[in-house]
């Protein structure tokens, strides 16, 4: 990159030696770490080729035909396969959207209570959701949600018209990425909380001697010490945005709400094909791959561009 | 501490920041303690829907009749030992890993930084990590579970992304001391992470502690199954996903198991890793990095 | 940039290296894994005498899942008889039933099964063609009693639903004695007493009654779901002259149709509009639960046990073990009792019962097992009266005493499970037999030692109009009479239409669509390919008889 233009190949190399032995002692402790990825994950990675094979057990991988493309036509011939393409990215992207700032707000929130042991309860209770499973989650859901349900009882007291939650297509977004933030909110907020630990308390003092209100020793102090971590955090989920499972979907959609619900992993499910047709599988988790790969480059880039952070 | 006069502006953030978070404390603890009392009370006035406040007919009968399985004590103590040894392999791989991922002068840092990224996302699925196992003759051990979810590349870059915020400073006075890498990463940085490595720790124990799937997949003795693979089929039993084929016969539909008793299985399973916060809790002291540099 | 790029090739070729290793490895190391495995089950001590059904001792490692309420134990009384009598020793690899089938395919994608597993029809067509599983059909000779079985009168026309390619790959679970049960309908029997209401005989009066009953019950709903829409279809639609989703094959619309005696696609005949209509009128009278679509078996079990639903259309034998104890704890009038079955606007009285047998519980065999003549004699013997005496009931003298030619559970057994909610299971359980054990050849005769007596009333009704024409068996999956090409283009068609099915059935029930619309709706599920699954259905069917 830098003066590497003007040098030798060989004096690069040289310079290049020079660096790491000068640091030998962190290789040696990333000699672990990097064994794990190669054995662990790269070690797997060539499984990746079922996405062009027509597997048979018996043969194994390397035995199993090629068929090139063809899961890949299959997938994208799929009738209505732009509806699910797009009900899955708005699903990912409202998700995004709504989800990921709550915990922030709450960790912040959290940060300025002064009553320690006010302060501790309501931490505690925060992260509880977390560890129910979404089967127990969406078994309650469904059970406040009917016509009947409490939150239809609570509309109905304050005068107003039962709402059919679980059947109108409209509603489906709105649950889902709700519960999802009531689940993992609190547990979220954890990540920022152990941030904010690092801001140098004088920082305060200073900003009260100034006659800063809390709302902007929150605005200017402790947001901005904890954005590293808020960007990586932000850059990891656009990441991972459109790995949305099918499990809580499909305990929480039904027919009438397809239109806005189905996506392309319950697609993929209803079909029958996870479990019985690794090669479509893969190449459906293949897709997903590359497409989460190019937004997370895309969003580094930019990240690195506008921030000072970047992942890599 | 300069002695602080809150002027009105503040004392109304200060009184709205609580109502807010009363608010939704009671939004995200009611659900959890209808469950409670659900578990609590008669099976029948449950199945009638008397519950909604207050138990009905309170009674542990739901409790003590997930205790009697005969899988729980020792399922239980494998989730324990799972849980110790996954956690500080865990974290102090992923600290191995981010300490020199941290550091500007690790040459190849960016490469294996994405390197590991891209293995958040390309995973060639179960059947691939199932013969990795499978070829390291790990099947059937403890190795089987903790090992395969080592480091988890989110938790490691959040790590990674921690370690970077310490002043450089200190670490340009320890060189000059004559310090070397090892001593740094043991004697300054961990002790300086003491938030981060206790967040470490509760995130890793608490995914293996909820963790089945390694367990379903690897194991095949039920003596070293887990007590989340046992509760879990307590759990789902009835529900229509699993085994559809018994449904057709009369006692196979008997196979719903009692509404009060899977939230029973639901609290015991979840009270002893609810016990790892407080401890991890007691670290989130403002400014104790800040403490700890000065000191 | 040039040299990060450098390095990285560097780096990434290595690893394809490394993982190109980790593969080749593979496919060597488990197929001598496997034939190790069934070795190691061969190499027993010395035999124990030529009185056993197997001279020499037998391991048979055996796959299979285990429910959360019903522990399989390896040292209950029926496997100690089992060894004793056969030679055989059944090692059980347990696996939890909520997720059996993620262990199971992967243990089939690895090549992994031990000798014997638990599978589905499925299986037999994903993997039996690769050569995975013993063909039985080549061993005929060991298993004359199996045989004798399925080809007898009554299940002839079914086994033949067996069979891939002309071969057989698996035992499947079969019925020796059952107490009759069906998806029948149910009523608030008390109600209808108390008001002096007639028991209603057709599908008119049935509604008759319903408006009645919503009148003197404005709070309660007359019929829901525990599993959405096309699960309460399949509930009614056969006795009201359609069909389609019986049972619990709820993603299928296609039925046997006895007087037209062929494969119909349901939905697309014309007398799926009365099923409709008849739910549409429900609900627009309020006697359809609105939630019917959406609703989880825990909140249906609620609304029936609690009087706010007073008929449900299911499983007869709910009554008498859940929804009456539950009712009659509050009103010990209370109770549900069965109809028996109605007359539709056809003119025909007809509804479904359960298959008589369990085809998609199939006990399957490895065929890379060293000793396959001596697992299937053990397999078969488990067909046999002395295997399923046995393997049903324990040990005559230890866990049962045969009363006027019956066997009866043993007293001490019966005090020692008296207070358990579920006899019969938790006395099964305890001796390891039934259904939740590996037992494959079910003799439910103990049910009525244990049960509510208004369940075995309702299952002599059950059998009696079965005699009568009035009920017939549900027909058992042709799963495997298609061939691989056909399934292909079937699983893209069913798919297809049922998204299109389940996006517009419910507004035809809630009147979000006019019924008169139905011959479009048809149409739109012609054009996804209805009609063609139907003609496959009749064609396969055909191809097997």
């Known amino acids: 990159m830098w003066a590497a233009d003007t040098l030798t190949s060989k004096g690069r190399t040289h310079l290049i030696w020079k660096r790491i032995k000068e640091n030998k002692f962190l290789y040696l402790l990333f000699a672990l770490p990097f064994l794990y990825y190669i054995v662990f994950k790269y070690g797997a990675m060539a499984w990746l080729l079922l996405a062009f094979k027509d597997f048979s057990a018996r043969k194994g991988l390397w035995g199993s035909e090629w068929v090139g493309f063809e899961h890949f036509v299959n997938f994208f011939s799929t009738p209505d396969f732009f509806r699910l393409l797009r009900n899955t990215v708005l699903l990912s992207l409202y998700n995004l959207i709504f989800s990921f700032p709550v915990p922030v707000f709450l960790a912040l929130m959290i940060n300025e209570v002064q009553q320690k042991p006010f302060k501790k309860a309501v931490q505690s209770i925060t992260y509880l959701p977390h560890f129910f499973s979404t089967v127990i989650i969406c078994g309650m859901l469904v059970n406040f949600l009917t016509s009947d349900g409490l939150i239809n009882q609570i509309i109905v007291t304050f005068g107003g018209q039962p709402v059919n939650f679980l059947t109108d297509p409209r509603w489906f977004r709105t649950i889902y990425i709700a519960s999802g933030i009531w689940q993992s909110a609190g547990w979220g907020s954890i990540m920022y909380l152990a941030a904010l630990t690092g801001v140098d308390p004088q920082l305060y003092e200073s900003a009260v001697i100034d006659g800063a209100t809390k709302v902007q020793q929150t605005w200017y102090i402790s947001l901005p010490s904890i954005t590293p971590i808020i960007s990586i955090q932000l850059l990891l989920s656009i990441g991972s945005m459109l790995t949305v499972g099918y499990e809580k979907i499909i305990l929480l959609y039904n027919g009438s709400t397809y239109e806005t619900a189905d996506i392309i992993s319950t697609y993929v499910y209803r079909r029958g094909l996870l479990g019985a047709d690794y090669g479509y599988g893969t190449a459906v988790s293949l897709f997903q791959s590359v497409i989460s790969l190019v937004l997370i480059v895309v969003s580094n880039k930019i990240a690195a561009k506008v921030g000072e952070t970047s992942l890599w | 501490m300069i002695a602080k006069r809150k002027t009105t502006s503040d004392v109304m953030f200060e009184i709205i920041n609580i109502a807010i978070l009363l608010i939704l404390c009671i939004i995200v603890i009611y659900p959890i303690y209808y469950m409670l009392i659900i578990s609590l009370s008669d099976g029948y006035a449950v199945m009638r829907g008397e519950v909604d406040l207050l138990p009905v007919g309170i009674n542990l009968t739901s409790y003590l009749a997930v205790l009697q399985n005969p899988d729980i004590p020792r399922s239980y103590l494998n989730t324990i030992i799972y849980t110790v040894v996954g956690t500080l392999i865990a974290v102090s791989m992923s600290a191995l890993c981010a300490y020199p991922l941290s550091r500007k002068k690790f040459y190849g840092r960016n490469v294996f930084t994405f390197m590991i990224i891209f293995t958040m996302f390309f995973d060639a699925g179960m059947i691939s990590n199932f013969m990795v196992v499978d070829n390291l003759h790990l099947l059937n051990t403890i190795w089987a579970i903790v090992l395969p979810g080592a480091i988890n590349a989110w938790y490691m870059v959040i790590m990674r992304t921690f370690f970077q915020q310490l002043p450089e400073e200190i670490f340009e006075s320890a060189y000059l001391d004559g310090a070397n890498d090892l001593i740094i990463f043991t004697k300054i940085v961990l002790p300086l992470s003491v938030p981060t490595i206790a967040t470490m720790i509760l995130f890793y124990a608490v995914g293996y502690w909820n963790g089945w799937f390694s367990a379903l997949i690897y194991l095949d003795d039920k003596v070293k199954y887990p007590v989340q693979l046992i509760m879990r089929n307590i759990v789902l039993s009835g529900e229509t996903t699993s085994m559809s084929s018994s449904a057709s016969s009369m006692t196979g539909d008997l196979g719903a198991i009692a509404t009060n008793i899977k939230y029973a299985v639901v609290f015991i399973t979840m009270l002893p890793i609810l016990c790892v916060y407080p401890f991890v809790q007691k670290h989130f002291v403002k400014g104790v990095m800040v403490g700890a540099l000065k000191g | 940039m040039k040299k990060t790029w450098r390095l990285m090739s560097l780096v990434l070729a ?120 013993l063909n039985l059909s080549e061993y005929e000779q060991y298993m004359p009693d199996y045989l004798a079985l399925i080809t007898s009168e009554e299940r002839a026309d079914d086994a033949k639903n067996l069979y891939l390619d002309g071969n057989l790959y698996s035992f499947v679970r079969l019925e020796q004695y059952r107490v009759g049960t069906a998806p029948q309908p149910m009523i608030r029997m008390d109600l209808l007493e108390k008001n002096n209401i007639a028991v209603p005989t057709t599908w008119d009066e049935l509604y008759d009654v319903f408006l009645q009953l919503k009148e003197l019950y404005p709070d309660s709903y007359m019929l829901s779901s525990r599993s959405g829409t096309n699960y309460l279809i399949g509930q009614i639609a056969y006795s009201l002259g359609s069909g389609g989703f019986e049972g619990f094959s709820t993603s299928e619309g296609m039925y046997y149709d006895p007087t037209e005696e062929k494969y119909l696609y349901g939905p697309i005949h014309d007398n799926f509009k009365t099923v409709l209509t008849y739910l549409h009128n429900m609900y627009q009278d309020g006697l359809l639960d609105p939630d019917y679509a959406v609703m989880t078996k825990d909140i249906c079990w609620e609304k029936l046990s609690s009087g706010k639903l007073l008929f449900y259309y299911d499983n007869d034998t709910f009554a008498a073990r859940t929804f009456n104890p539950a009712l009659q704890q509050v009103d010990p009038d209370a109770y549900f009792d069965m109809l028996d079955p109605m007359e539709n606007s056809y003119g025909q009285t007809r509804a479904l019962r359960y298959q008589r047998d369990w085809f998609a519980d199939n006990t399957i065999i490895n065929s890379e097992v060293e000793r396959a003549e001596d697992i299937v004699t053990f397999f078969n013997w488990l067909y046999t009266d002395e295997g399923a005496m046995i393997s049903n009931f324990g040990v005559e003298g230890q866990s049962y005493t045969i009363v006027d030619g019956e066997p009866q559970i043993s007293d001490e057994l019966m005090n020692k499970h008296a207070s358990s909610s579920d006899k019969l299971s938790a006395i099964q359980a305890e001796i390891g037999v039934g259904q939740f054990n590996f037992t494959p050849y079910i003799n439910e005769t103990w049910f009525k030692q244990t049960t509510d007596p208004l369940m075995v009333e309702h299952g002599d009704r059950i059998d009696a109009a079965t005699e009568a024409g009035t009920i017939q068996f549900m027909k058992n999956s042709m799963a495997l009479a298609f061939t691989a090409e056909e399934d292909e283009t079937l699983t893209d068609l069913q798919t297809n239409v049922m998204t299109v099915f389940n996006s517009e059935v419910d507004k035809f029930i809630t009147g979000a669509r006019s019924l008169d619309e139905f011959p479009a709706f048809v149409e739109e599920l012609k054009a996804q390919g209805a009609q063609t699954i139907e003609d496959m259905y009749n064609e396969a069917y055909q191809r097997i008889q």
């Open chain 3, 14 to 133: 290595s690893m394809l290296a490394a993982s190109a290793f980790a593969g080749c490895g593979e496919t060597e190391k488990s197929s001598t894994e496997t034939s190790q495995e069934s070795t190691s089950g061969t190499t027993s001590t010395a035999s124990e005498g030529s009185d056993t059904l197997l001279a020499e001792p037998l391991t048979i490692t055996y796959l299979y899942p285990e429910n959360g309420y019903s522990p399989i134990s390896q040292d209950c009384i029926a496997l100690q008889e089992i060894q004793r009598v056969t030679n055989v020793t059944l090692e059980f690899q347990l696996v939890p039933s909520s997720d059996y089938g993620t262990k199971k395919s992967t243990y089939l994608a690895t090549d992994k099964i031990p000798d014997v597993f638990f599978g589905s029809q499925g299986d037999i067509k994903t993997y039996a063609r690769d050569g995975m599983f």
